[in-house]
Every structure is written in structure tokens, then in C-alpha cells.
């Protein structure tokens, strides 16, 4: 079975500053694919990113990029230039390949920007 | 488009009764997801509809729970004989199939708590 592990269950960052937050799945698929989402508190979750496990090239959005490691199946977050509205719960997610379309997301990190 | 939306967002309940929640998708997204999320906890998948069709269902998802999209448009879910442990945030979630393109948007949840 598939699962998401999110090993940092809070991280903090000064603003303006740089954090990674980690994310390790297993699976034997080949084709899925990963995304990480964003969940204020007391707000819905959005999405952050996507990356497809076919592309080689790590996503990037603004000042969130990914680095993808798919034989060490792992998937980090970067957030660059941090600001006071990243602070948020973010869940690493896995969907499984079209077909069955499910998701599983990982227990998320909390993470904390300082002023 | 008006997002996801939910109702109600906020339920108190007995142990004991039935409760329904409602979800809206964003028009034209025939894709549906339900997932529970508990404290500290990611989004649990329990059931996904395509069109009107429930096509995967977790094990999560007991004989008490119940799941409809009648004309593959809004979604209930329906709780019967509520327990303690089924108090959580109840989340909806749409997407349209763009072959794999696609991106899920949350609702804001129903918040359950049983009494």
C-alpha cells in the first residue's frame, strides 16, 4: 500500500528566509503523481504545487519549488523569501495513477514564520 | 466559480443520531472526494465519485456512513447512529478530468462533533 511521511511536524522560518519541509512516499507505481497543499488555519486547503513522476524537471511556482527524488522516492518544499501568510499546516499528498485517482496525504507539517 | 461549497459548516450532534452534510463542486467538475480529517492528522480519503458513479471506497467508510451523488452534481454524506469517534472535519473536494491535468479544490468542511 501506499503511504506519505512527513517526519517534521513543525518547522519555523524567519521571514524572509528559506525553509524546506520533507516528504517521503513509497510505492512501486511508476506513473502517479505528488503535490503539496497548503491549509491555513481555519481555511481551506489549496494547492501549492504538483509534479508529475514522469517529469524529470522539479516544479517550481513562484517562490515554492520542489526537489523530486524519485529513486529515493522523496519530494521536498522549498519556500524561498518567506512571508507572514506562508504560516499554514502543508500536506505532502500522493495520488496514485489515473485509474483509480485516490489520494493519500501525509500528517502534515506546521510551519511557523517569525517576524 | 464559486468554489467548493459545504453545509453546514459546523454540526453538534448525539451520540446516537444521524447527520447529513452537503457538498457543492465547482460546476463541471465531475470528479467528487470525501475525506475526514482529524486533529493533528492529514485528510483520510473515505469515498470518490465520478459523475453520479461511487467508484472507490475506503475501509474507513463503515456500514454507517453513506455516500450519494444523485445526478452527479452536489454530494451527501450521511453518518447513521453517530459515535464519539466519527467527530472530525468532513472535506469535499472537486476536480475536472483533464486526462491527469487535473487539480483538486477543496471545500471549507464540516466540522462533526459528537457528544
Known amino acids: 500500500a501506499q503511504t506519505v511521511t512527513q517526519s517534521q511536524p513543525e518547522m519555523s522560518v524567519q521571514e524572509a528566509e528559506t525553509v524546506t519541509l520533507s516528504c517521503t512516499y513509497d510505492?512501486?507505481?511508476?506513473?502517479?503523481?505528488l503535490f503539496w497543499y497548503k491549509q491555513p488555519p481555519s481555511r481551506q486547503m489549496i494547492l501549492v504545487i504538483r509534479?508529475?513522476?514522469?517529469?524529470?524537471q522539479n516544479a517550481t511556482e513562484n517562490r515554492f519549488s520542489v526537489n523530486f527524488q524519485k529513486a529515493a522516492k522523496s519530494f521536498s518544499l522549498k519556500i524561498s523569501d518567506s512571508q507572514l501568510g506562508d504560516a499554514a499546516m502543508y500536506f505532502c499528498?500522493?495520488?496514485?495513477?489515473?485509474?483509480?485517482?485516490?489520494?493519500?496525504f501525509g500528517t502534515g507539517t506546521r510551519l511557523k514564520v517569525l517576524a | 466559480d464559486t468554489g467548493v461549497s459545504q453545509n453546514p459548516r459546523h454540526k453538534i450532534t448525539k451520540r446516537g443520531q444521524n447527520v447529513t452534510f452537503r457538498c457543492d463542486p465547482i460546476s463541471e467538475h465531475n470528479r467528487l472526494y470525501w475525506y475526514r480529517q482529524t486533529l493533528g492528522q492529514g485528510p483520510e480519503f473515505l469515498t470518490y465519485f465520478q459523475n453520479e458513479a461511487q467508484l472507490e471506497k475506503s475501509r474507513l467508510l463503515s456500514d454507517r456512513f453513506s455516500a450519494e451523488r444523485p445526478k452527479g452534481s452536489f454530494s451527501t454524506l450521511e453518518i447513521q447512529r453517530t459515535e464519539q469517534g466519527d467527530s472530525a472535519m468532513y472535506l469535499c473536494a472537486s476536480q475536472k478530468d483533464w486526462g491527469g491535468q487535473e487539480t483538486q479544490y477543496f471545500g471549507p468542511g464540516t466540522r462533526l462533533l459528537v457528544l
Open positions: 510505492t512501486s507505481e511508476s506513473d502517479y503523481y
Open positions: 499528498a500522493y495520488r496514485s495513477p489515473p485509474g483509480t485517482y485516490k489520494y493519500i
Open positions: 509534479q508529475e513522476a514522469y517529469k524529470q
